[in-house]
């Protein structure tokens, strides 16, 4: 049963879809190696290979988006910054439509 759960959450948590034709065909492109080929990669974009409009960015260890929904929210609310009530309701309906889309 715990497993189950899991699954779901983490099929709900991914957040890997281009959000202009909402396909979830994403590949890799323009790698930069340490070294040339082989070793290890440094930099490289995710883009919707059906569009071709460019998702995320990775480079040294981390991605410039956050990849799931509940880093997306986290980040929202840290980073955000909502000045004034109508600020707060914004967030909080931005929150909203990432949890129940």
């Known amino acids: 049963m715990i497993e ?3 699954y779901i959450f983490y099929k709900w948590n ?5 959000p202009n034709c909402k396909s979830k065909e994403l590949e890799e ?4 190696y ?4 082989g070793s290890p990669c440094l930099e490289y974009d995710v883009v919707c290979s059906n569009c071709g409009c460019i ?4 480079a040294y260890g981390y ?7 509940v880093d997306y929210i986290k980040w ?6 909502p000045i004034g009530i109508k600020g707060h309701l914004k967030l909080i309906i931005e929150t909203l439509k990432i949890i129940f889309n």
């Open 4 to 6: 189950k759960l899991k």
């Open 14 to 18: 991914n957040f890997n879809w281009c």
């Open 29 to 32: 492109k323009n790698h930069d």
């Open 34 to 37: 340490l070294d040339g080929y």
């Open 55 to 58: 998702i995320n960015h990775y």
């Open 63 to 69: 991605m410039q988006e956050p990849e799931t929904r």
């Open 76 to 81: 929202l609310w840290c980073y955000g910054l």
